[in-house]
């Protein structure tokens, strides 16, 4: 689902943009107007998003005081003097004390490191001045295609999109067939575009390895092996994204920088009026807005597989992309480990905050969760596969930036574990690792959440999202980041006893996997043992406020996709009329009409 289903077409006249409208013309130019490369040897140059603001001090005070206040906190809670001491206490209950201290420590300390990352990245992040690409560039540009899991129709308008890209230069567009499809090659006829396919090729189809049989990066490396020579980049998208038709002028000037080795843009999700979806939307907004665009700091953004341009011969240099159920981020962070060995230094990223292709997000809260484990198993083989070697082949910057990225998976899962550890310990056992004021603590609490709160939204006026909008505080995304904890850590429990994981293709096109009370199995699991802890609790005597407060928001945490879902169908029920969204309009229509502009103002705005 893409920009055709969101934009009508009679809604885009006369530059006037309806409400329905969302302005991708503007948010295709976030980084600005492309401008002539200056000097004998053009190495890419950034603006800092701090530098534009008029109101600099209120950000600095933010970025300054939220870490503070939090690490004050922090101290407080486990200072020696607030340890509990049980005279003549159990053993067993001096021990879970003990238990709880440490959760408690640990549980401050991840704060501190998520509001000091968050702080960090508006200190650093800037975006790229875009330059006019080289002429006579020799482009490939490729998407997939898997039988049975994609609809034609949605390649179909993916394939459209990609011809009607502008370039200087030889241009081809492939469709990377897993299954050698009758009628893909057909399509492909028809349009004028390369088909190319690995299917019935042992070699190009193994067990593991960058040729892993059914995976994307299988595809594509089999793709560089027969075809990469050809070409000097490779543009990507995933199959459910449309691209604009600046695609490549606003992404290619980059890499007349040597030390290039791909450039990469922000992922955003036309089926927007799913309720899941944007949600899911909403929740990437830090990590497109911010945290990437502080990657341009380092000039190491990570690798998005959904859209991109790569240099071939870079990923040639590390043996194709990388065998991971995320192969964009392994492969990303394989790149950035290593020298061109043209020029001798590292090779360098770009993140663009241009909005240039429009895809599909999860439509169901089952996909949605499968997106999730992925991403975050993705991450934990990172860490567990890669990271030891950084150290010794890695900038400290860029080492100290991939650090802050990698950690937010882990430390969100064992966060979630050790607050529901600590709300066990003491629902049922009363055990209580540190005895502070109430007073005090809310004071420090509540101001430290402020300012945490207050940095977020002070951010949200970076967001690149073209649907999001302007003015809107990113509830629903901080809410779907919060549900997602118990996600997370079963998926780094399976990392950590190295259970075998499967890249599994996120169903598109309409074809959204159904929700069944099964999916929120993993939800309901902690929703019943909070539940039967808090009813412990008062048969126990353990009834401390803020404690049993903390158990109660774990559950609506718990409980919150469940809710969501009934309501949903009950919603449905209601409104038995009412049409289920369509398979996938053609997206490609409202680029081929031409974008809508914005208002007068000329500030990019999203829709309603």
Request: charged fraction near 25%; charge should be neutral.
């Given at each position: 689902m893409g920009i055709g289903s969101i934009v009508d077409q009679s809604s885009i006249t006369g530059g006037d943009v309806r409400p329905e409208g969302y302005d991708y013309d503007s948010h295709s130019r976030l980084a600005g107007p492309l401008t002539e490369p200056s000097g004998p040897s053009y190495r890419v140059r950034y603006t800092s998003l701090l530098s534009r603001e008029p109101r600099r001090i209120r950000a600095v005070l933010l970025m300054t005081l939220a870490p503070l206040l939090t690490g004050a906190l922090l101290v407080y809670l486990v200072w020696p003097t607030h340890w509990v001491e049980r005279e003549g206490g159990d053993r067993w209950l001096v021990g879970l004390d003990i238990a709880m201290l440490i959760a408690v420590g640990l549980i401050g300390l991840f704060m501190v490191v998520n509001v000091t990352s968050v702080a960090h990245a508006t200190l650093v992040a800037r975006d790229p001045v875009p330059v006019v690409p080289e002429d006579g560039t020799r482009v490939a540009f490729l998407t997939t295609y898997v039988?049975?899991?994609?609809?034609?129709?949605?390649?179909?308008?993916?394939?459209?999109?990609?011809?009607?890209?502008?370039?200087?230069?030889?241009?081809?567009?492939?469709?990377?067939?897993?299954?050698?499809?009758?009628?893909?090659?057909?399509?492909?006829?028809?349009?004028?575009?390369?088909?190319?396919?690995?299917?019935?090729?042992?070699?190009?189809?193994?067990?593991?390895?960058?040729?892993?049989?059914?995976?994307?990066?299988?595809?594509?490396?089999?793709?560089?092996?027969?075809?990469?020579?050809?070409?000097?980049?490779?543009?990507?998208?995933?199959?459910?994204?449309?691209?604009?038709?600046?695609?490549?002028?606003?992404?290619?000037?980059?890499?007349?920088?040597?030390?290039?080795?791909?450039?990469?843009?922000?992922?955003?999700?036309?089926?927007?009026?799913?309720?899941?979806?944007?949600?899911?939307?909403?929740?990437?907004?830090?990590?497109?807005?911010?945290?990437?665009?502080?990657?341009?700091?380092?000039?190491?953004?990570?690798?998005?597989?959904?859209?991109?341009?790569?240099?071939?011969?870079?990923?040639?240099?590390?043996?194709?992309?990388?065998?991971?159920?995320?192969?964009?981020?392994?492969?990303?962070?394989?790149?950035?480990?290593?020298?061109?060995?043209?020029?001798?230094?590292h090779w360098r990223s770009v993140y663009t905050p241009d909005v240039l292709a429009v895809g599909e997000g999860p439509a169901s809260w089952t996909d949605f969760f499968t997106q999730q484990t992925r991403w975050s198993r993705g991450t934990y083989e990172t860490l567990l596969k890669q990271y030891w070697k950084a150290p010794f082949s890695m900038p400290p910057g860029r080492l100290f930036s991939y650090t802050l990225m990698l950690v937010y998976y882990p430390m969100t899962a064992v966060n979630w574990l050790l607050g529901i550890l600590s709300c066990f310990l003491f629902l049922w056992f009363g055990a209580s690792g540190t005895q502070v004021s109430a007073s005090v603590w809310l004071m420090l609490y509540s101001d430290a959440a402020a300012l945490q709160i207050g940095l977020y939204l002070w951010n949200r006026r970076h967001n690149v999202s073209p649907h999001e909008p302007q003015g809107s505080g990113g509830l629903a995304g901080m809410a779907m980041s919060a549900l997602s904890a118990p996600i997370y850590l079963k998926s780094f429990g399976a990392a950590l006893i190295r259970r075998p994981d499967r890249f599994v293709v996120t169903p598109k096109g309409g074809g959204a996997s159904p929700d069944r009370l099964l999916t929120f199995r993993i939800h309901l699991g902690w929703a019943a043992l909070l539940a039967v802890s808090l009813a412990a609790s008062v048969v126990l005597g353990h009834t401390h406020a803020a404690m049993r407060t903390w158990a109660v928001l774990a559950l609506a945490i718990s409980l919150a996709p469940v809710a969501v879902w009934v309501c949903t169908l009950i919603a449905r029920r209601r409104a038995p009329g009412t049409p289920l969204p369509a398979a996938r309009p053609d997206t490609e229509a409202a680029l081929a009409a031409g974008p809508a502009t914005a208002p007068v103002s000329g500030t990019p705005t999203g829709g309603s």
């Open positions: 039988p049975g899991k994609e609809p034609l129709s949605m390649v179909r308008a993916t394939l459209e999109g990609a011809t009607r890209i502008t370039h200087r230069g030889p241009l081809d567009v492939w469709l990377l067939d897993e299954g050698d499809d009758e009628r893909a090659k057909a399509l492909c006829a028809e349009l004028g575009v390369h088909h190319f396919t690995r299917h019935g090729v042992p070699e190009w189809n193994r067990p593991k390895g960058v040729h892993k049989a059914r995976t994307k990066h299988g595809n594509y490396n089999a793709w560089i092996a027969m075809h990469g020579g050809d070409y000097e980049f490779f543009a990507s998208v995933d199959t459910d994204h449309v691209p604009h038709p600046d695609f490549l002028e606003r992404m290619t000037g980059y890499f007349r920088d040597p030390d290039v080795a791909f450039v990469v843009g922000p992922q955003v999700y036309g089926n927007y009026h799913n309720p899941v979806t944007k949600a899911a939307e909403s929740q990437q907004f830090l990590f497109h807005a911010l945290i990437q665009r502080a990657g341009n700091r380092y000039r190491a953004p990570m690798f998005v597989g959904t859209n991109n341009v790569v240099r071939i011969r870079a990923v040639q240099q590390i043996g194709g992309l990388c065998d991971s159920v995320t192969e964009d981020m392994a492969t990303g962070f394989e790149l950035h480990r290593r020298r061109n060995p043209v020029t001798g230094r």
